[in-house]
Structures are given as C-alpha cells and as structure tokens.
C-alpha cells in the first residue's frame, strides 16, 4: 500500500477545546502547480484543454492536478468569485463575538446557518470569534448583528462596517514569489 503524505496540521486552542484543522501550504504546490493557478488566476474561465497547451502540458495532467488542489482544499469554491455587492449586499463589516466557551460548537452551528454569514475565524487574542458579513445597508447590517449576537453561545458582539474595500483578497503575488 503506497503510503500518503502526512497533510500538516495546526492545533487550534479556543478555551478549553482543542481542534485540529488541516493547513494547505504553498510549499507543497510545486512549479507546474503554480503555473497553473496562475494562468486560472489570469483568466479562471479559460477551458482546462486551451489551459493545457497555453502551458503546454497534457490535458490529463492539469485535469488531475486541478482535481487534488481542489480536494486539499487548496482551492477555494468557485462561489467565493461571487462579489456580495453583485447579490445587492454592499454593506460588508467584522463582527467580533465573545463566547461562552462551552457552546463553542453551538454557536459555530448557528453562525453556518445565517446566509450572509461569510467567514469566521478564531483569532489570537482577546477576540473568540472574528466573523466577516455583508448585509444590503447599514439597518440589515444591524438585523445581521443581532442575529448574531442570540446565537447560542455568543455572549457578546461588536460590530466594524467597512467603508471601502483599498486591497481586494488576492494571491497573485504569492504565486509568483
């Protein structure tokens, strides 16, 4: 049986809860990876076949590629190049929780369920919960917020409206170095 290589992993302590969570690092993406992502960087809709000769590659060979990067989570959705504001949802804030550590699971339950719910992370410091919405004006931002905030296990929330987006998400530059 041939063996796998071990994903690494990042232990992740939230009060007195541990949770491990599979870490996808670019170290692992090798050259021919990257010339890939970048080319879908430049153009994602481009057909893997003219994606395969532009790199001149086989057209297997980008398939399977594609197929593991997108298995390891390496890739994001597809939805994620879905702009909220092109969905009538131009407001965008963070909301910081604090949480009552024993319903941790509960409110990360609840939150998975509130649509403009984008993500959340488990910060460092005095934050437990950093959640990044977007809502279709400042009184629907206040109806998420709250909603949020009756989540079971969130005890308390603030919340940071974004003015405008400087430095879109983006990855470009961490590929070509």
């Known amino acids: 049986m041939a063996q796998q290589t071990p994903r690494p992993l990042v232990r992740l302590t939230i009060g007195s809860f541990d949770y491990w969570q599979v870490v996808v690092r ?9 010339r890939i992502l970048l080319a879908l960087d430049a153009d994602p809709r481009v057909p893997i076949m003219l994606l395969a000769q532009k790199l001149g590659l ?7 590629r594609l197929e ?4 390891s ?3 994001r959705p597809n939805t994620s190049r ?9 407001v965008a804030a963070a909301v910081s929780a604090e949480l009552d550590q024993s319903h941790l699971d509960e409110a990360i339950a609840a939150l998975r369920k509130i649509p403009e719910v984008l993500e959340c992370h488990a910060p460092a410091g005095d934050t437990d919960l950093l959640i990044r919405v977007v809502a279709t004006s400042p009184d629907d931002l206040y109806r998420v917020s709250e909603e949020i905030r009756l989540c079971p296990g969130i005890v308390r929330t603030s919340t940071s409206m974004f003015l405008r987006e400087v430095i879109p998400y983006r990855t470009t530059g961490l590929l070509e170095g």
């Open 26 to 34: 670019l170290q692992q993406l090798d050259s021919t990876d990257r």
């Open 58 to 64: 086989a057209r297997g060979t980008v398939q399977s």
């Open 68 to 71: 593991r990067m997108t298995a």
């Open 73 to 75: 989570g390496a890739l």
């Open 82 to 90: 879905v702009l909220p504001s092109a969905l009538g949802r131009g």
